[in-house]
């Protein structure tokens, strides 16, 4: 459990640690709670050259509402966000989903930037992103870029970040009147990582649906939007008939993941069933 | 209720008192093996191999040894220049310490990098470039035993199969008789999963070698020092360690539950590099090195049946083992039998026909098959019997309650013979399992389960009520390397009346610095504060086999209970001697004697000790100090009565674990407290592989669950909120009427879970599940019957 020979430096402001990501290159990476970067070093999976600690820029530790939507800070920590109470009114499912992330001691130190940037296709926060439109605003040499959630993750471990780009904020839309959200998951028991997680973000009017936003974690290599179980609530009364004929399509199109955890066939059950559970809850 | 016979103050049998060893823990005082330091210590760490069965064709460490800091890469063609390259286990099989042309497992220890500092010897391991060859690998034990199967023990001169031992007990033709011609037979088969101790501290070691004075000095986490001098001394006695030349020390340990029992490669790795370099060597396993590569427990797949009538009298059982050993027996069990205690499995329950064979194999997995929190195969022994009593209730439909009051050996029948021969020497399973339904309220439960079942809501209600077999143990059936299992302790007063003991065994966290001091102060009426308990260092402690298998309090314990009634003895003498009266016109009290009748003239032991050094009578020796060796006259049979709740979830198959009752009967106890934390670990550890834990294999060898991140070692997340309880029936045989306590929940505890999940799906024909439960598992049954789609 130790990991191959590296330089530590640590960064204290996001111009240096942009400075220092384009000095070292290839070499480089950035630690920010390091809850998934270290385990993977002490495994020597991982034997970046270079870690730039960007852990104790306080320019990324935030939550703060800025106009219509929340500005969540890349450094804030999933304890800051489940304790955070600036999430009310449709965005119930961030200090939800961030209280339901491994342990205290994960939630003490691991960052939202940092997950989002990691990419597991087992995290929680690529879910609660998507279903919430949020954009992911990233920075690197040439200045800032926007990045729709819904584009950010491009496959298993990989997302939209090029190298010398740091992701500084989420930008969280503030919901339409009438709208609730929330997460549910089905945890792998040691890792406490999604096996199934769903974020559910519904507005209704009168008992129907007005919009929906459902997007799913921990079933394929890589979050992803929830279209016909979206499409299936749209327009529609929202009781348990059609929340549950709807969130039948959790798992459709993706390619499911199968492990002695979850076989594919109850992946996919427990995507419904999940997906079922947020639905309901945010009604 | 537990009556205490001395006070407060004295703090003997019975006390709750706090654990003396806790301050230092608590406050991160401890000292531990990877705590040790000394000059110009190197620092070793080991390449394992990354497939299960594979030749090697070159292992090629110029690249490692070019790095600064490395000072050598050792090999087994190193060793076997000296002899050192394979080692005997425990169980009388042979093992490699490092391989000269195969390895037989995956994370199999295959070359030792030694260097300055333990990050070097790791970089060091990282560029050691091993040619690998790989072979197909046998990982189903069902499938080493076909007859084209390939032999993997080329080792061993003439073996034709991959066979190591067959074992019988109980009466075949009777037995076969029963079967044949019962009422009712049922059978279900079983597997109980490999798992592992996962104990919290890792496993290793600092070899000390001293060339000037040949004298080496072992600082090791092992829960046997004694043991593992004498085995040092027979391996590397050729080499001029022999017994008096080598110290063992074992510091405090973080956890055993019997994985410290064993002697790994590492250990005589780092001795060998001691002794040809001079220099002190460390060696600590990481996290998944022990997970992967050390004793593994368990895997044992047990056919099991049982006869009996259709109104419910149990007449007989039948049990067929297949048991996994993996590259070699490196089991740790001190018994002759090779299946440890299995033969206990005949459980709680009157009858006099059984028999039980089992057969051992070899397969390209991890060797063991050592004793996690378990005197030598009980934990597989109680899941057969108390799985098959409930498949046997649930064919003849009756509670499974009743069938087990029914059964019951009855409390005036003990001592009571079982039909493969032990003596049970006392219990009142009626009285236990009374005390556990009442205070589940297993009536209530059973209604409320019926008007759930109705609704198409899944609940069950599981019961285990176990015999345990601890103290090992009587010298006929166990011995070590042919060491008998008896257990040590000295006791030496002070002149100030205060004391130091000293025992052959070694804690683990089981609170010996506590207990023992209270077994003394029961005995002596010495307060127990002042009762200072050292273990773990061979050069002071009088020889002993160490602590597993539940085995402290009933040898050890008892051995202090003796030297110390050998000491009332002398304090008798002393005590007449000053007083000037007879012996016989004196009594005892805890803590002084007096005469009949007078009160008022009597002397305290403190005052008697300081007499036994100042003042002591004429043709008396001096001093006051006394010795025992305790072999035990029989084993002592503990018991519990266990009963689960559990709530599934029809829709997603997650269980819960809504209640556990766990009634507990380990005659007299000596801690209550103690008891109690002790009961809590181990159901906790029998939580474990009811619901999560199991070393999974694919077909290539590679395990599937090698670190932390996939295997989970349940811990109070997890558990239910435990609620224990006990009755009291002294042991007959033993000085104080103790029984051993601290693997009773983790034999009992996974048969009451299993049979409450079982007992949630028995309405839709489920007759046995394989542990660990998972909700994986649950929801294929739920799919099967149709409950979810």
Redesign the interface.
Known sequence: ??P??FQYTRAGSVDEAIGMLKQHGDAAKLLAGGHSLI?AMK??LNQPGVLIDIGSISELRYIRKEGNHIAIGGGATHDDIANSDAFGGGLEMYPQAAGLIG?TQVRNKGTIGGSLAHADPAADWPAVVIASNATIVVKGPGGERQIAATDFFTGFYETALAEDEILTQIRVPLPAARTKSAYAK?M????RFAIVGCAAMITSSGGTCSNASVAMTGVGDAAYKASKVENALKGKSLDSGTIQSAAAHAADGAMVMSD????EE?RT??AS??AGRAISAAV | MIRCKTSKEIGGMGHSLKRKEDARFLAGKGNYVDDIKLPGMLYMDIVRSPYAYAKIKNIDASEALKIPGVVAVVTGKDLEKYNLHWMPTLMSDTQMVLPTDTVMYQAQEVAAVIATD??TA??GK?AVRVDYEPMKPIIDPYKSLDADAPVLRTDKEGKTDNHIWHWEAGDKEKTDKLFAEAEVVVKEQMHIPRIHVSSIETCGCVADYHKVDNHLTMYMTTQAPHAIRTVIALVAGHVGLTEEKVRVISPDIGGGFGGKVPVYPGYVIAIAVSFLTGKPVKWIE???ENLQADSFARDYHITAEMAGTKDGKILGTRFKILADHGYTDASANPSKFPTGLFSIGTGSYDYDTSFMEADAVYTNKPPGGVAYRCSFRVTEAVHAIERITDRFALEIGKDPAQLRMENFIKKEDFPWKSPTGWEYDSGDYHAGLKLAMDTIGYDELRKEQAEKRAKGELMGIGISTFTEIVGAGPSKDFDILGIKMFDSAEIRVHPTGKAIARFGTKSQGQGHETTYAQIIAEELGIPAENIQVEEGDTDTAPYGLGTYASRSTPTAGAAAAVAARKLRDKARKIAAYLLEVSEDDLEWEPGKFSVKGAPEKSKTIQEIVFAAYTNHPQGMEAGFEATHYYDPPNLTFPSGAYICVVDIDN??A?IKVRRFVAIDDCGNIINPMIVQGQVHGGLTQGLAPAM?EEL?YDEEGNI??G??????VPTA??SPSWETGHTVTPSPHHPIGAKGVGESPTVGAPPAIANAIVDALSHLGVTHMEIPI???KV??VL?EKGV??
Do not use: C, G
Request: net charge negative.
């Open positions: 459990m130790i191959a020979n385990p495994l020597r342990d089905f792998q028991p040691a890792s002695h955890f979850a076989s109850y059950h427990l069933v999940f | 333990r990050y790791r970089d990282e990481d996290r998944s829709e997603t997650e999560y999974i599937l669950n670190t932390f991140m996939d295997y989970l997340v997890e998972t909700p994986f929801w294929k799919k979810v789609e």
